[in-house]
């Protein structure tokens, strides 16, 4: 089963976030075979952290819940509210095979959510260069689509936002990101 979890930092957090820095990397080692993607989002200065996205395959709901939770910045207040869905690939692919590395090109994560009959269930035409990943957000038991995630490479946030169809979510979100982990 797949997931997106994504911590949203508090506003006064990042001295904080960054004392916990090497405990964060270290409990996420431990899911490095399960990892998708992950990396951090950023705020308007391209450097600064605004939270921690990671899309997981992991065996069930709980184990994503503990997967969330257990996170150190999470158990030390780092984070004002963390996003946790099930999350369907439809790339096929981690982040570490996408064709355009980790650094060509500025990168986003775009999070559309739902508002009704579902959309965006399949990738894009003409976007497959682009992304990193994409699939929709899902309810616990996946049978209710809840919105849309996608990490891509876009010349800016209004062009990483037209990836999805704007009248068919209840909002959607923008938010500079880059490939996370100790390779950077």
């Known amino acids: 089963m797949e997931f997106l979890c994504h911590h949203r930092d508090r506003s006064d957090s990042l001295a904080l976030r960054m004392e916990l820095l ?3 990397w270290s409990y996420m080692d431990r899911f490095a075979q399960e990892m998708i993607a992950r990396g951090p989002t950023l ?3 391209g450097e600064t952290p605004t939270g921690s996205v990671h899309i997981l395959d ?3 709901a709980a184990t994503a819940r503990a997967f ?4 150190p910045g999470y158990q030390a207040g780092v984070y004002r509210d963390v996003l946790l869905r099930r ?3 439809l790339l096929g692919r981690t982040m570490w095979d996408f064709p355009g590395g980790p650094t060509d090109g500025d990168r986003f994560l775009v999070l559309g959510l739902g508002a009704g009959e579902a959309a965006d269930l399949t990738v894009p035409a003409g976007r497959g260069d682009d992304l990193i990943a ?7 038991d996946a049978t209710a689509w809840l919105g849309t995630a996608a990490l891509l490479r876009a010349p800016g946030p209004a062009a990483a936002r037209a990836l999805l169809t704007e009248d068919r979510y209840a909002g959607i979100e923008v938010h500079a ?3 996370g982990g100790r390779s950077q």
Request: hydrophobic share 35%; charged share 40%; aromatic share 20%.
């Open 87 to 89: 999350w369907r690939d």
């Open 177 to 179: 990101w880059r490939f």
């Open 43 to 45: 705020a308007g200065d």
């Open 22 to 24: 090497e405990e964060h």
């Open 134 to 140: 994409y699939g929709p957000l899902l309810s616990d």
């Open 58 to 60: 992991l065996p069930d």
């Open 68 to 71: 969330a939770f257990d996170e």
